[in-house]
Structures are given as C-alpha cells and as structure tokens.
C-alpha cells in the first residue's frame, strides 16, 4: 500500500533563516505531488505541485520554492523565511495518468512551522 | 484561475439534525469535486468525491450533489453523530491534477 512520510513535524525558526520541508512518498510511481499551506483557521492554499520529476506549477507569487529531485520526493525550501510563512504545511500525492480525471488526494500529517 | 466559495463558515446543528455545506466555483473546467474531513490537529482526509457526468452520489449517511448549470455542489450529512464535528473542505479540479479547496466549514454537533 501507498504511505506518505513528512517531516518535520514541528518546526520553529526565526525570521531570515532557510527552510527545507521534505516529503516522500512510497509504493506507488509517477505520484502528481503537491504542497498545500493551511493559515490557523484558515483553509487548505495550494502552494505547489508536480506531475514528475522538474516539473513544478506555482500557485502563489512568494519567497518559497519547490523542487522535485526524485520521483517521490517533493521538497519545499525558502533562503529567508517571514513572519507571514508560519502555518501548517501540508504534502499530499495522487495518482497521476488520467487527463479527464482526477484522482484524490492523500496528505501527510503535516509540518507545523512557526516563524519567531 | 479557479476560485472556490465555501458557506457557511461555522455551522452548528443539534444531533440527529441534518447538515448541509455548499460551495461554488468558477471555472466551468473544473469536472471533479471532492470533499474532506480534518479533525482537530490531523490531516484533511476524503469522505466523498463527485466527477462531473454525476448528478448526486451517496454513501450511508454523507451525500453530494452538484449543478454544473449554476456551478454549485453541496455535502449533505444526515442523522449527525458527535463525530461528525469536524472541519470539512470542498474542493474544485480545474484542470488534471491541480484541485483547488474552498476555505472550510467547522461543524459543531450539539448532544
């Protein structure tokens, strides 16, 4: 079965400091990956994603970036972090293949950034 | 782009009560519709999705239904239970693997 690994899953940095959020994924190939940002209270802003290896779609103009080294490793990094980053982010992958159809997302459990 | 519009915000209903989130989108593209849950401090999971050749789809107690015409879709909770309180996501496809969420409805059943 598929499984989905984050990390961290807390995190505290102070403002100017670089950031690297990892995520894989396992038992699948080709996964459409994605990188969403949850605001406390707030819903659930798609960042990022990816339907293979280099191939990044951005969402939101801002001081993140994303990058997809391998298959299933999909990667969110910043080299000065603001105030306004801290959230809950959140990795999640699909199936990919299908050009009429979507198929659902699976998240991981998340990473809680807190920018000081 | 595509910009999908959640109602209500909070919604608090008696148990055994029916609930009843709706949400609307903007792109007419969009031909797939999930919903999901997200427990306090977890990550959202899927309770429910609906493709766009379907008008209503059920499953025991949770149904969407969705109106290409007037681009709107809704989630229907029936005889609410104390665990259904949750925060609850609708979500857009426009276009083959990009899906685009509503801003949520916290949903709070009364004992």
Same mark, same amino acid.
């Given at each position: 079965s598929q499984t989905i690994h984050q990390w961290p899953a807390t995190l505290v940095q102070p403002v100017g400091s670089p950031l690297s959020l990892e995520c894989t994924v396992e038992g699948t190939s080709n996964p459409n990956l994605y990188w969403y940002r949850q605001a406390a209270g707030r819903g659930l802003q798609l960042l990022f994603y990816s339907v293979g290896i280099g191939q990044i779609s951005s969402e939101v103009p801002q001081n993140l970036s994303a990058s *997809?080294?391998?298959? *299933?490793q999909f990667i969110l990094s910043s080299k000065k972090l603001l105030l306004s980053d801290s959230g809950f982010y959140l990795c999640a992958w699909s199936v990919s293949g299908s050009s009429s159809y979507n198929s659902p997302l699976h998240f991981g459990n998340g990473t809680r950034l807190t920018v000081t | 782009g595509e910009n999908v519009e959640q109602h209500p915000s909070t919604l608090s209903v008696q148990e055994g009560d029916s609930a009843v989130i709706k949400c609307t989108y903007s !792109? &007419?593209? &969009?031909?797939y519709f999930p919903w999901y849950k997200q427990e306090l401090g977890k990550r959202p999971q899927l309770i429910i999705d609906i493709r766009s050749n379907v008008g209503e789809k059920k499953d025991q107690r949770i149904a969407v239904t969705l109106n290409k015409t007037a681009k709107h879709f809704s989630l229907h909770i029936t005889e609410?239970?104390?665990? !259904? &309180?949750a925060v609850y996501f609708c979500a857009a496809s426009p276009r083959a693997s990009k899906i685009i969420f509503g801003s949520g409805t916290r949903l709070s059943i009364r004992p």
């Open positions: *997809r080294p391998q298959d *299933r | !792109d &007419s593209a &969009s031909n609410t239970q104390p665990e !259904d &309180s």
